[in-house]
């Protein structure tokens, strides 16, 4: 079983720009992320990584710029209108629809309290992409095996550790069979101690060729899983390139400031 689609999961981010009243956010973004590949995007607090994260599935709308997944506009379609093409927002149900080809974790994990492991992994695959209860429920006990927690199908969120619910918001997230995984800080909200469980199962992930997109502060997570490393500040990309460049020998002052402190 694997956790990818048969799409390749190709996201394109071409000068966007997002603001949130006088505060520009994000300045003017372009990112390639290639099918099957991990992106992990670093910076400090402030500098957009989150509202990027979150403007690639369209949960933030972008002032300007666009996005696309495997060439197909996130949010929008375009249309032609007197000899020039406009960008119409996505009525609800075609957003949903195009959502679900994103896995997205959350730093708070988000599993609905009143329903168990296995339900919070199963609940969206029904309502959302109408696949059978049945097929679903053994894909999900397949999907909690995978992530450590075959014993804990039947148990409520309250019951588990941070590190477990997280690693049910992974198994939750792979359920919809998703093209890309967008991880937004996913060990921020967790004891020291439980990071390096959840870490672990995103590195095994890494090594099945899912597309994913990671924001975190975890550099060594960086240095082992990440084909493309991004350092974003102020609401703008500083520097991309692999690991070995950006961690190890950076190009860019801000770069080295950074890292300066975190390592």
């Known amino acids: 079983m ?4 048969t799409r390749p999961g190709r996201v394109e981010v071409h000068g966007v720009h997002k603001s949130f009243g006088t505060l520009e956010v994000l300045q003017g973004i372009d990112l390639v992320v290639e099918p099957g590949s991990v992106t992990v995007v670093l910076g400090p607090s402030g500098s957009g990584k989150s509202t ?11 002032d300007r710029g666009f996005i696309a997944l495997d060439g197909e506009l996130v949010g929008y379609r375009r249309r032609s209108h007197r000899g020039g093409d406009r960008l119409h927002e996505l009525q609800e149900k075609d957003l949903l629809r195009q959502r679900t080809r994103f896995g997205f974790v959350f730093q708070n994990f988000n599993l609905f309290p009143h329903l168990t492991a296995l339900e919070n992994v199963v609940e969206a695959p029904v309502s959302a ?12 006990r397949e999907l909690l095996a995978r992530v450590g927690l075959a014993d804990k199908a039947a148990v409520h969120p309250r019951q588990l550790s941070g590190g477990q619910q997280q690693r049910v918001a992974i198994a939750r997230a792979l359920a919809m069979r998703p ?3 967008l991880f937004d800080e996913p060990t921020s909200a967790l004891d020291p101690e439980l990071v390096g469980e959840v870490l672990g199962v995103i590195e095994d ?5 899912t597309t994913m997109i990671v924001v975190t502060h975890e550099i060594g997570f960086a240095r082992k899983a990440a084909d493309q490393v991004v350092f974003m500040d102020a609401g703008r990309i500083v ?3 692999p690991p070995e460049q950006v961690l190890d020998a950076p190009r860019h002052e801000r770069t080295r400031a950074f890292l300066a402190k975190v390592l």
């Open 2 to 5: 694997t956790a990818t689609t």
């Open 239 to 241: 520097e991309t390139g």
């Open 129 to 140: 992409q109408g696949r059978r209860r049945g097929e679903v429920e053994a894909e999900a």
């Open 52 to 62: 990027l994260l979150r403007s690639i599935n369209h949960l933030e709308k972008v």
């Open 205 to 209: 992930l890494a090594r099945t060729g």
């Open 179 to 181: 093209a890309v995984l």
